[in-house]
């Protein structure tokens, strides 16, 4: 796991306005006092302009795609959004307003409106929320706009936008006023689009596979299914220590033992670890498991959902829906079935040029010379597991299922049929990321418990990034699993490639930060 980072971009310290932005404060609170609360803050729309709802930007441009400049229709629309630009003819005036689907340029005539009201629009400043209602037309110019007969304040905003061109610039400001962000760059609000194409995708693909969508506990005595480090705190009423969960695994399996087949669920993990582009302490994921199924029906699944993910996400991201070749940090990336598959150990045999085995005595000789310092207490499957992770992973382009890795550092996993050093277990990576980890999954309580000993004894060495003895999931698992493959594909992770943003932090909306001046 990376070593802890500080988040990037410099803390914020908050400080008492000063100069031209302490006028432009006290300005916007001296419009707020002259248009008074009542019309500064209004309840909703139909308090105002008699309707529900405002009809969508999109809907109208998708409506009405042919007018010709210069022209007039009977169609009257009711529109709303955030003033994004503001233009000053005299006794025309030119209002952009921004929804959640786009822009839409409003025209304010002072002949069409009472003289009261089309003086107020001096009180309306980039950043407002207004509402208005007339009709459809088109200017000289050929741009699409509503020719406004009424209009009111919907909220006034006491705060500027970021300027125009040089406005939300600092990663740090961006991530802790996403709200502003959002606002004024379209990138974040198309990763936004993206995750929930991508979550409705996943649901889809599994519910047509007859899966149960299920919700475990995210506050846990044990946290296991993984080796990390997890958040510890206090419930009060039950006067015990629980553990954000680090995993969603062990309760799927639960599910499996009480008869559901097919599991699944989309849920938030917490790891108190490191900050860097593929890692974040908080993250989405998605696990699956299916009895009867194995490691090979995992990779079957998993293509799919990243093939039809992709497809989704192209959507969003205005490409071709059937394009699987994608931008990728500079390069393309093919993600067209079907994946490449390759063995760890012949992999890393490749990397290093010579053969590489579990029984090989100079194994941590071979990694020493590649610049992995071999940690006493490793086994044989660590050291070829850190070998993979430093020279291979990186280099793996092309969507790859890198299958089969040792015993050792596979705890859930069920040993291998053809060789019983190694689990049947894959790790799926794509640009270099791994996407997805799969298991035909270990149903022996008593070669479970036996896995989870050992790592007991690898607690000293690695401290808590170690597999918790879980006595209630042994009790489970000693009641009868059925054969099962299981998967967890990383949501932050996928769209990371998906969408070819630079990091995790870009993606989750809010990640956690240092308070400001902290």
Not at 440 to 448: A, F, G, N, R, V
Not at 464 to 473: A, G, K, L, S, Y
Not at 500 to 509: E, V
Request: include cysteine.
């Amino acid at each position: 796991m990376p070593e802890p980072t500080e988040p990037p971009g410099p803390a914020v310290e908050e400080r008492t306005p000063t100069g031209r932005e302490a006028e432009v404060l006290a300005a916007r609170r001296a419009s707020l006092e002259r248009l008074g609360r009542d019309r500064a803050f209004a309840i909703n729309l139909r308090s105002v302009l008699d309707v529900d709802e405002p009809t969508s930007t999109r809907a109208i441009r998708e409506g009405n795609p042919d007018l010709v400049p210069d022209t007039t229709t009977a169609q009257r629309f009711v529109v709303a959004g955030r003033v994004i630009l503001k233009r000053d003819l005299g006794r025309l005036k030119f209002v952009t307003i921004r929804d959640r689907d786009g822009d839409l340029q409003l025209v304010f005539a002072k002949a069409s409106l009472p003289e009261d009201r089309f003086g107020q629009l001096d009180e309306v400043d980039l950043g407002d929320i207004i509402g208005a209602g007339g009709y459809l037309g088109t200017t000289r110019t050929g741009e699409l706009s509503i020719f406004v007969e009424r209009w009111a304040m919907l909220t006034k905003a006491l705060r500027p936008l970021p300027e125009k061109w040089h406005g939300l610039q600092d990663p740090d400001l961006q991530q802790r006023r996403r709200y502003l962000h959002l606002i004024a760059d379209d990138a974040p609000r198309r990763y936004v689009l993206a995750r929930a194409a991508t979550l409705r995708t996943m649901r889809r693909v599994l519910d047509d596979r007859g899966f149960v969508e299920f919700e475990g506990p995210i506050l846990q005595a044990i946290a296991g299914g993984a080796n990390a480090r997890p958040f510890t705190t206090h419930h009060r009423a039950l006067d015990i220590d629980l553990k954000l969960r680090i995993s969603l695994e062990l309760y799927l399996k639960r599910m499996l033992v009480g008869g559901l087949e097919r599991v699944y669920e989309l849920g938030r993990n917490f790891r108190n670890e490191g900050i860097d582009r593929e890692h974040n302490p908080e993250f989405s994921m998605l696990e699956a498991y299916q009895a009867y199924g194995d490691y090979h029906t995992m990779m079957e699944l998993s293509e799919t959902l990243v093939v039809e993910c992709c497809r989704a996400v192209n959507v969003v991201m205005g490409r071709g829906p059937d394009d699987l070749t994608i931008p990728s940090r500079g390069r393309e990336l093919d993600l067209s079935p079907p994946f490449e598959r390759v063995t760890i150990l012949g992999s890393v045999s490749e990397a290093t040029g010579e053969e590489v085995s579990l029984d090989r005595p100079d194994l941590r000789a071979i990694a020493e010379r590649h610049g992995v310092e071999a940690d006493d207490g490793w086994g044989p499957g660590k050291v070829v597991q850190e070998l993979f992770e430093r020279l291979v992973e990186p280099t793996i382009w092309r969507p790859t299922f890198v299958c089969d890795f040792p015993r050792e550092v596979s705890p859930l996993a069920r040993p291998h049929r053809d060789d019983p050093a190694l689990t049947e277990h894959f790790d799926l990576v794509a640009g270099a990321v791994e996407l997805v980890t799969a298991f035909s999954e270990l149903t022996d309580p008593i070669e479970q418990r036996a896995k989870f000993e050992l790592q007991q004894q690898m607690k000293e060495i690695f401290g808590d990034e170690v597999h918790p003895m879980d006595e209630e999931f042994l009790r489970a698992l000693e009641h009868g699993m059925p054969p099962a493959g299981g998967m967890g594909m990383g949501v932050d992770r996928l769209l990371l490639v998906l969408t070819d943003a630079a990091s995790l932090r870009d993606l989750i909306m809010f990640p956690p930060q240092r308070s400001e001046g902290g």
